[in-house]
């Protein structure tokens, strides 16, 4: 463990705390992908099996499952308690597109062909692009609330910290995972644009909005 680890954890379960709050208050799901949703908590599903295999530490067994809880809970109040808000219209994104390559890859580049290293990889893989059907969705309504931006904002500040972190533990402990930290980059990259918007627009009060499509 180490402040970079620790802080874009804290930063992680803020993202997912923030979004929670934000539905609840509002009683409304209007702008959040629910298939990003699925894919975060299918994310923590394979990833996180090792609960019932290995022990890690308190903390590590804590967060685990909490993002489980917190996973469930989204998608529950987004397709079950919150389903009239939903705008399935918009959050249109062909999750196939997705969910076939990155189950082929996990095959194909993993550590051990085993049943939980490859699900771990595939969880990996697919956190990498998880978000881009929110990021599409905010891309064909042009615009997204304040709230959803500063849930964004820490998911990918979540994903920076941790390249941090595995610098930190390359220099320390000669420790390099080619997968986490190939699939990490690649997740960050797709939050660079949005990083300008946050800081140009939002942080000095303005909305977020996008150029329509045409």
Not at 30 to 46: P, R
Not at 109 to 115: D, I, K, L, M, Q
Not at 178 to 186: C, D, K, L, T
Request: glycine letters at 4%; a positive charge.
């Amino acid at each position: 463990m180490n402040v970079f680890r620790i802080l874009g954890d804290v930063s992680h379960l803020l993202a997912i705390i923030i979004l929670l709050v934000k539905i609840h208050r509002s009683k409304s799901c209007a702008g959040i992908s629910g298939k990003s949703q699925i894919l975060f908590a299918l994310v923590f599903t394979t990833r996180y099996l090792d609960l019932f295999t290995t022990f890690i530490s308190l903390y590590n067994t804590v967060m685990k499952v909490i993002f489980l809880i917190c996973a469930y809970v989204t998608v529950y109040m987004i397709y079950v308690k919150f389903r009239k808000t939903f705008d399935s219209e918009n959050d249109s994104f062909r999750l196939e597109f997705l969910l076939v390559p990155v189950t082929g890859l996990s095959f194909l580049e993993n550590h051990s062909f085993t049943p939980l290293e490859i699900l771990w990889t595939f969880s990996i893989y697919l956190e990498s692009v998880a978000i881009l059907p929110q990021l599409f969705m905010i891309s064909k309504t042009g615009e997204a609330e304040t709230i959803t931006t500063h849930y964004l904002f820490f998911l990918g500040l979540y994903r920076a910290l941790y390249i941090a972190n595995w610098v930190w533990r390359y220099h320390t402990e000669k420790f390099y995972d080619q997968i986490a930290v190939v699939s990490g980059v690649v997740q960050t990259i797709f939050y660079c644009d949005f990083f300008y918007l946050y800081v140009t627009k939002v942080l000095k009060g303005k909305k977020l909005s996008l150029p329509m499509p045409v």
